[in-house]
T-cell receptor, first 114, second 110 residues
Framework: SAVISQKPSRDICQRGTSLTIQCQVD?????MFWYRQQPGQSLTLIAT?????????ESGFVIDKFPISRPNLTFSTLTVSNMSPEDSSIYLC???????????FGQGTRLTVV | GNSVTQMEGPVTLSEEAFLTINCTYT??????LFWYVQYPGEGLQLLLK?????DKGSNKGFEATYRKETTSFHLEKGSVQVSDSAVYFC?????????FGKGTRLHILP
């Protein structure tokens, strides 16, 4: 299994500002992902964080709005840029190792934009 | 495309009642199937999984069987407890991505 630490756990931010969320894993993992869970909704994959290269974004998500870094195999950041109230969600980091059919999730970051 | 459909919630049951949460999927090939649980104020945790047809996943008294013929992975528990109150997500793993259903909120009354 993998232990994932995600920071901050929650934040209240002003519209127009940016927030960077950190995800730290206690072991090297192949795959790291970022999800969004809007109020009352399911999880939607934002992007796959690729180590040493640009993230792979899902339809409807763009790098300018959600820049992602992954400098090594245990750490990633997601930035929510130029925030609006519609960005109020829970953002979750997830990790997966190829060949292991199970994903692990961080506790999530509850973001409220006012 | 790949998708997961699960029953709408909330589901409210009395303690010791029998639980079924329906889940069906659409996918190419043979995905792995999962149930994740999200307890109040916590992150997602894997509850159980099945990786091939006719596999039965089980954990904490919950069970689900991978039914290829009906493309289903229904979650069941014979006697629920108040502590089972949570949101349950059915999911599939395809092409290294996990696709989630919308979640079913379960309330268990004492």
């Amino acid at each position: 299994s993998a232990v994932i630490s995600q920071k901050p756990s929650r934040d209240i931010c002003q519209r127009g500002t940016s927030l960077t969320i950190q995800c730290q894993v206690d072991s090297q993992v192949t795959m790291m992902f970022w999800y969004r869970q809007q109020p009352g909704q399911s999880l939607t994959l934002i992007a796959t964080a690729n180590q040493g290269s640009e993230a792979t974004y899902e339809s409807g998500f763009v790098i300018d709005k959600f820049p992602i870094s992954r400098p090594n195999l245990t750490f990633s950041t997601l930035t929510v840029s130029n925030m609006s109230p519609e960005d109020s969600s829970i953002y979750l980091c997830s990790v997966d190792n190829r060949g292991v059919t199970e994903a692990f999730f961080g506790q999530g970051t509850r973001l409220t934009v006012v | 495309g790949n998708s997961v459909t699960q029953m709408e919630g909330p589901v409210t049951l009395s303690e010791e009642a029998f639980l079924t949460i329906n889940c069906t999927y659409t996918a190419t090939g043979y995905p792995s199937l999962f149930w994740y649980v999200q307890y109040p104020g916590e992150g997602l945790q894997l509850l159980l999984k099945a990786t091939k047809a006719d596999d039965k996943g089980s954990n904490k008294g919950f069970e689900a069987t991978y039914r290829k013929e009906t493309t289903s992975f229904h979650l069941e528990k014979g006697s629920v407890q108040v502590s089972d109150s949570a949101v349950y997500f059915c999911a599939l793993d395809r092409d290294d991505k996990i696709i989630f259903g919308k979640g079913t909120r379960l309330h268990i009354l004492p």
